[in-house]
């Protein structure tokens, strides 16, 4: 850590450098608070800039320290002396102004930015609140309604943006510090505006706060953070800043306290480390610029599309010109819908579109540098993909197997340089989902790890490495989570009740919601065939339920019934009827129970997956479970909550 200081005339600039994000941590505000001192003592020194080092301003606090008691000098303190320095301070910002980095510089008199810039108050993703003044300076500085949606709604504005809110004073061209200088001096020649914390602010209407508390509750998803960084804002408009600030800290210190709050903090730790695993560190990635997917279905689609919207060029293959037809139409509609939402433009729809090129049989794979087989889950025909793709593909080029259960050892048996396969493990809609599992074989090189865990920074997607096992983590702990559930159901658990009881937890919906939304036809055949090859599979709900036609909500019933054009579940009496054979008599247990027995059937079966090292570590599956399966984030996943459940028992 160190924060320089350099005179330059009467301009004091003051450099944070505290690698990899310049994180205000205690020693750094300990510096700072000293140096205000310091400069308002100098004589020489009439300005004082405050700055980053490297690429950003300040990325936040120290999230380390958060599972410490907090240590003085506090942030807050730190930047009310800053405020109320004798000599101006001027935040000069590239990069990344984020948490406490944007409260740093609303308590500097000026701010100046590049375009390169970008803020955010993102803490209520950490499950907390800002906590340095940030819900109180912020709306005093660019207005309540734009406040809101930074302090309570995660926008990040940039450079260009922030100067038209008023966040910034001016945006200028690199390089930055001469260019902040300059500004400098000439507002020196000016009279100073007043602090950020005592400049007026217009009360809002009722319908105001009403709007964004709706709003705010409706994407919430029951995290407890937006809505408190929504009531520390109004209660300082409405009481003023001092009680806002009070309010704020008090919020803010409760939230951190949480185990919600733990839960968020040690996935983004997690996440933080996912995409540079300590294996392949110093291990550059083969280059990768075009990407053959082989099978335009709904997972190649959804695959070429994230490759797409990542930059890079896609040759899609499929076996006849109806195939290439669907893929096309299927593309264009992914592209289509994210336009019409807002999130690409006309012409970045039409611009993804002209990077792919489709083709009939293998040829164009020939100059990929990495190809991803996207077909049927069946052994055969994936070894027939890479029959081909061995034949006709550069040496170099990295080939990947999209498989959800199948050893890639079998896949990859025959193929010429096996060193450059791996097992590349998308979740539908590819396109959007964020895991990606990454399945190297014994043979595969660290080079062609690296370019794995490579293309998911570049796909946005977090990577998490899985040894080879029979559905590998995710689908792995899933099936048990579903033998857990249909267990409690054989106990004589009532569906409804199971899935209800998940719903309050955190899930989107229940296990047997979940299976008749993904039809429970594709689970009973792999059990089938486990059976025709000799395997003992009991008999289970499910599988009556399939025999009797119930394949989910395609075929109108699965464990509800529902109407046509209608994917809300009813309870189904013709359900009940049929899985009575395997049923117990009707047994009410509470919802933590259910929540409690499920919970632990997955944490037995991560542990597992641990002892044996096919994953590398509790948090990997606790990455797997919430970004592939709808685990509730602010609960961690199910390792993170069976510790915190060992703990409160010690």
Same mark, same amino acid.
């Given at each position: 850590m160190s924060v320089n200081v350099e005179i330059e005339g009467e301009i004091a600039i003051v450099?944070? @450098? #505290?690698?990899?994000? #310049?994180?205000? +941590? /205690?020693?750094?505000?300990?510096?700072? !608070?000293a140096l205000a001192q310091e400069l308002d003592d100098n004589p020489d020194v009439r300005a004082v800039i405050l700055t980053g080092a490297g690429t950003l301003f300040v990325a936040g606090a120290d999230i380390a320290e958060f599972d410490r008691p907090a240590e003085p000098p506090f942030l807050p303190d730190v930047i009310a002396r800053i405020e109320r320095a004798v000599k101006p301070w001027i935040a000069a910002i590239r990069g990344a102004a984020f948490g406490g980095g944007l409260e740093l510089a609303l308590g500097c008199r000026f701010r100046v930015a590049t375009e390169s810039a970008r803020f955010a !108050?993102?803490?209520?993703?950490?499950?907390?609140?800002?906590?340095?003044? @940030?819900?109180? /300076?912020?709306?005093?500085?660019?207005?309540?309604?734009?406040a809101i949606h930074i302090v309570a709604e995660n926008q990040t504005p940039g450079g260009a943006e922030a100067l038209k809110l008023g966040l910034v004073d001016a945006l200028v061209e690199e390089p930055l510090l001469p260019a902040a200088i300059a500004f400098a001096r000439n507002a020196l020649e000016h009279a100073l505006p007043s602090p950020s914390l005592d400049r007026p602010v217009s009360v809002p209407s009722p319908d105001v706060w009403a709007e964004a508390e709706d709003r705010i509750a409706a994407r919430a998803k029951g995290a407890a953070a937006p809505a408190r960084a929504l009531q520390a804002l109004r209660h300082g408009i409405e009481h003023g800043a001092e009680a806002g600030l009070a309010l704020e800290r008090s919020i803010f210190l409760e939230l951190r306290a949480t185990e919600e709050a733990a839960a968020l903090r040690h996935l983004f730790f997690a996440e933080r480390a996912?995409? /540079?695993?300590?294996e392949i560190r110093g291990? +550059?990635?083969?280059?990768?610029?075009?990407?053959?997917?082989?099978?335009?279905?709904?997972? @190649?689609?959804?695959?070429?599309?994230?490759? !797409? +919207?990542?930059?890079?060029s896609v040759v899609l293959i499929e076996q006849d010109e109806a195939g290439v037809s669907r893929a096309r139409s299927t593309l264009a509609g992914i592209f289509d819908s994210s336009r019409r939402r807002g999130q690409i433009t006309d012409d970045q729809a039409s611009e993804r579109m002209a990077r792919l090129e489709t083709s009939i049989g293998y040829g164009a794979a020939a100059r990929c540098d990495l190809v991803i087989e996207a077909v049927f889950e069946d052994l055969a025909v994936k070894r027939s993909v890479f029959a081909e793709l061995g034949r006709v593909c550069r040496p170099d080029?990295?080939?990947a197997t999209n498989t959800s259960y199948i050893d890639p050892r079998l896949i990859a048996e025959g193929l010429p340089g096996p060193e450059r396969f791996l097992g590349l493990h998308f979740f539908s809609p590819a396109q959007v989902m964020k895991l990606l599992e990454i399945i190297p074989t014994p043979e595969t090189a660290p080079d062609v790890l690296a370019t794995g865990f490579d293309l998911a920074r570049r796909l946005g997607k977090i990577p998490v490495r899985s040894?080879?096992?029979?559905?590998f983590i995710g689908n792995r702990i899933l099936r048990r989570f579903r033998a857990e559930a249909e267990a409690l159901v054989c106990g004589g658990v009532a569906i409804a009740a199971v899935d209800a009881a998940m719903r309050g937890f955190g899930f989107a919906m229940g296990p047997f919601e979940m299976q008749d939304m993904a039809g429970l036809d594709i689970a009973f055949l792999y059990r089938e065939a486990a059976r025709s090859r000799g395997?003992?599979?009991?008999?289970?709900?499910?599988?009556?339920?399939?025999?009797?036609g119930r394949k989910g909500q395609k075929t109108g019933g699965g464990w509800y019934d529902y109407a046509a054009g209608d994917r809300r579940p009813q309870p189904s009496a013709a359900a009940e009827r049929i899985i009575v054979p395997l049923v117990s008599a009707r047994n009410d247990v509470a919802e933590e129970a259910i929540v409690a027995r499920l919970m632990a059937a997955m944490a037995q079966e991560g542990q597992l997956i641990l002892d044996?090292?096919?994953a590398a570590s509790a948090a990997d599956i606790d990455l797997v479970e919430v970004h592939g399966y709808g685990f509730p984030r602010r609960r961690g996943g199910p390792m993170f909550q069976a510790g915190r459940a060992s703990a409160d028992k010690t």
């Open positions: 450099t944070i @450098g #505290n690698p990899p994000v #310049n994180a205000v +941590n /205690r020693a750094v505000r300990e510096r700072l !608070l !108050l993102p803490e209520i993703n950490l499950g907390i609140i800002p906590g340095a003044g @940030g819900t109180q /300076r912020l709306p005093r500085v660019i207005g309540v309604a734009d996912a995409l /540079r695993p300590a291990i +550059n990635p083969r280059p990768i610029e075009t990407v053959a997917v082989v099978g335009g279905g709904t997972m @190649g689609s959804g695959i070429a599309a994230a490759l !797409l +919207n990542a930059g890079l080029a990295v080939l040894g080879i096992c029979d559905g395997e003992d599979v009991p008999e289970i709900p499910g599988d009556l339920l399939v025999r009797a044996e090292g096919i």
